[in-house]
């Protein structure tokens, strides 16, 4: 089955630390680029972080280089999102998605997790 589920969402301060999986079937993680994305209250769902299939090449929201970093372990079928330094503004539900090109658009993404929440406190 087509399937990616998120885990390591929660409560922290600002300045602390979180680190988000994303966990998927074979099917759905092999061959293709995984992204983050996020959608805080009221807003629109945007763009956080993509790590191409071979983890060649990342790319990231200006919002968060150099404190964000994705990563993903082909052999776990998982990518993960390392948060350092979290700011009020990075509250939001963050969702893992799939996508079979290397791309920050969310409409190339077309697999999709239940996403977790992020809630950082100042």
């Known amino acids: 089955q087509e399937q990616l589920v998120e885990s390591g969402g929660g409560l922290v301060q600002a300045g602390g630390s979180l680190r988000l999986s994303c966990e998927a079937s074979?099917?759905?993680?092999?061959?293709?680029?995984m992204g983050w994305f996020r959608q805080a209250p009221g807003k629109e769902r945007d763009f956080v972080a993509v790590?191409?299939?071979?983890?060649?090449?990342?790319d990231y929201a200006d919002s968060v280089k150099g404190r964000f970093t994705i990563s993903r372990d082909n052999a776990k079928n998982t990518v993960y999102l390392q948060m350092n330094n979290l700011k009020p503004g990075d509250t939001a539900v963050y969702y893992c998605?799939?996508?079979?090109?290397?791309?920050?658009?969310?409409?190339?993404?077309?697999?999709w997790g239940q996403g977790t929440q992020v809630t950082v406190s100042s």
């Open positions: 998605a799939k996508s079979l090109k290397y791309s920050r658009v969310l409409s190339d993404f077309a697999s």
């Open positions: 074979a099917s759905t993680f092999r061959g293709g680029a």
């Open positions: 790590v191409s299939w071979s983890g060649a090449y990342r």
